[in-house]
Structure formats: C-alpha cells, structure tokens
C-alpha cells in the first residue's frame, strides 16, 4: 500500500510539473496586421494665417474739417459712389464763393480793359494819319502808340487772370466736393473710425475714416510659412484650413501667391503664401485665425501602407538592414503575415504624409496582411478566456 501511495503521489508530481512547464512555455508572438490597400498620399505643410478680404480699400479725406453727418456704419452695403460721410462745408463754400466774386472781378476789369484798348487804338490810327498831314507831331504819335500797346498787354494780363481766377474756383469747387466722402468701389464696409463731430486733419497724412472689402464672397488667407518649407509651395498648389468658428468645417483653395518678401519676426524668417478661396455663405469674416495645410506633392489611388509597417521588426534581429537607395528611390522593406508566420517583402517607398508610405516597387501587393505591430502577452486572451495562438487582423 505505501508503494502504491508513492507511485501515485509521483504520477502527481510529473503531471503538476508537466502542466506548469506548458503554462511557463514560450508563447509564439501575435500580431497586428492591416491589409496593404489603394489610396491617396499627400505630402504637405502646416502652417497659420489670418483671413482677409481679397482687395480691401481705405477711403479718407483729402480735406481737413469737423465731420457733419455719418451714412454709413459697420457692415454697410454700400456702392460705388454713395455717400458715407459728410464734412461741414461751409468754410469750403466760403471760400467758393470768393472766388467766384474775384473771377467776376477779373472779368469786368477785362471789359473795362478792352474799352481802353479800342480808345487807344483809334487815337493811334487818328493821329497817325494827321502826322503825314503835318498837323500832330511825331512825339504824339509814337505817345499814342505807347499808350496803345500798354492797354493791348493790360487787355492780355486780364485775360491770364481770369484763366487764373477760374482754375482758383474749380480748385475751390473741387475742396467743396472733397467734403462729400464717398465710396469708391462696391462693397461692405468693415471698418469705421470716425464718428460725427470728430475733426479730420488731412494736412500732414491722409485719415483713415471707411475700410471697405470689395468682395467678401472672395477671400484669401495670408499664411506664414517658415523658410524651411517655403521651397516646397508651389503656385496652383491645394490648400485646405479650418478656422476655429467653425471647428468640423473644412475650407478648400489655391495657392494664388508666394510672396518674395521676407516677415522677420525675432530672427525667424517666414514668407507669405497666399491662398485664395470662395466665401459664398459669407461665413468667412475678416481676421479670422486660419491652421492652413497646403498639399505640396499628392499621389491618388495608390498602393500604401502604414508607416508602422516600415519600422516593426517581427524577427528581432539588431542587425536588420535599414533604408537603402537603389536608383534613386528608397528601397525598405515590410513584413507580411503567410501562413501564420512574419515574412520580409522588399519594397521601393514614394512619398510620406505622416500616416501612410506609397509603395511604388516591391513584391506586396493589395490585400496582403502587413504587419504594423505586435500584441502585447498580457493582452493574448480570445472571447472564451483562453489564451489565443492565432494571430487577428485589424
């Protein structure tokens, strides 16, 4: 009975020491896989602007006085010629009108003048005559002559001053005009800085009083872009943005410009990238904070893969070989998952976005399991609370 007692116990013990060694037991790895799949790869830049209308005009005074009366105000629809605001004018009609009596001055001066000029002609004429008679001497004559030409020149200086008399009324007129101002172009006024009884001085600097956005349904975003990435931005190129009024929209343009002037700002040096986009539901508005992506190189309907899949390891190997250049292009390389177990695929690598790599060349085609990474042991568990061998596909 002892013996049997001890045949037994040691059944036991080899039974519990085989179990515990098939728990202990390495476990082959799992992986995470994502088929290799067509799609669209698109390199881009990310950078911030502001949005503004595309031709904004500042309109000011050319004259200096109090302002009367205001017709326009922020959000204005206003057209091309319309009144906006109104200078008090009287000091201007004054002065029209002194210059109006002075041309009519200088026009009466000039009949008077003429008068005198037709006395003295005749008296010339006449005594000239009666010289060859022997009646009036030749100091007469060359007297009358005299007198005659003086009232010619007086006649000529007459006529000089009303041309002067009347360009100093147009002048006059024109100041009264500048009291009006008015619109130059068609537009919606997004900008006020004067109000009635404020007095304008235009005698060193033209004032600012409207600021009028032509268009508002056209407008463009002035992004910054770092010189690192302004050899990249091309004319013609898409641009996407978002503004934070509206967070889940997405807002599609061009490129339109690449400035050539430099913006410095506490030594770092950024240029101006233009993008143009339409505004037709006006929700755009002048200022807004724009996060502009601008697609430098696009590549659709491509074979791609995730960047995962070109940094995982499956074979743990320290010495596996890197990015190699064979032509020109990059060549590395992916591992699939056949028939349960990672095998390498060389394959030729395009352009990057951040997520996915283009696959140009290589032996991987669409549908094959790349692997982008490996399960973690602790988390090896199927839906029945066993531990799973078998590998799962995202």
């Not at 005009?57 to 205001?70: A, D, K, M, R």
């Not at 200088?106 to 009666?130: C, F, M, T």
């Not at 996407?240 to 889940?248: C, G, H, I, L, Y």
């Not at 973690?376 to 531990?387: K, N």
């Amino acid at each position: 009975m002892k013996t049997r007692w001890l045949i037994i116990l040691g059944v036991i013990i080899a039974v519990g020491s085989a179990f515990g060694w098939w728990l202990k037991r390495p476990k082959p790895p799992q992986f995470v896989t994502m088929p290799a799949a067509k799609g669209d790869v698109s390199r881009s830049i990310i950078t911030t602007g502001s949005v503004n209308p595309v031709v904004t005009v500042q309109v000011g005074s050319y004259v200096s006085g109090p302002i009367q009366s205001l017709y326009c105000d922020y959000n204005t629809k206003v057209k091309a010629g319309q009144l906006c605001a109104k200078i008090d004018p009287k000091p201007f009609q004054v002065a029209l009108d002194q210059t109006k009596a002075n041309l009519t001055i200088a026009q009466a001066q000039l009949v008077k003048d003429q008068a005198g000029l037709s006395y003295a002609k005749s008296n010339y004429e006449r005594d000239l005559g009666l010289l060859g008679q022997g009646i009036v001497s030749q100091d007469t004559v060359d007297s009358d002559k005299s007198a005659y030409q003086q009232a010619s020149a007086q006649v000529k200086l007459d006529q000089a001053t009303i041309l002067q008399r009347r360009a100093a009324l147009e002048a006059a007129q024109v100041n009264l005009d500048y009291t009006n101002i008015v619109s130059p172009v068609d537009g919606t006024v997004v900008s006020r800085n004067v109000n009635v009884g404020q007095t304008v001085a235009a005698s060193f600097q033209t004032p600012t009083l409207f600021l009028i956005a032509q268009d508002l349904t056209k407008m463009q975003v002035d992004t910054n872009v770092s010189e690192s990435d302004i050899g990249g931005v091309r004319v013609g190129q898409k641009a996407v943005f978002t503004v934070e009024a509206f967070p889940k929209k997405t807002f599609h343009g061009h490129v339109t410009q690449v400035r050539e002037a430099p913006i410095t700002v506490q030594n770092v040096v950024t240029y101006d990238a233009v993008i143009s986009v339409d505004n037709p539901e006006l929700l755009l508005l002048p200022g807004m904070t724009a996060t502009a992506r601008i697609i430098t190189e696009e590549r659709n309907h491509v074979l791609r893969v995730p960047l995962q899949a070109l940094q995982v390891n499956p074979s743990r190997s320290s010495t596996a070989p890197g990015p190699q250049t064979v032509a020109g292009k990059i060549e590395r390389r992916v591992w699939v998952l056949r028939a349960g177990r990672p095998v390498p695929v060389p394959v030729t690598i395009g352009i990057e976005d951040g997520t996915y790599a283009q696959i140009t060349g290589g032996d991987l085609k669409a549908g094959d399991p790349v692997i982008v990474g490996e399960v973690p042991e602790g988390s090896r568990q199927s839906r029945d609370g066993q531990r799973s061998r078998f590998p799962f596909h995202l």
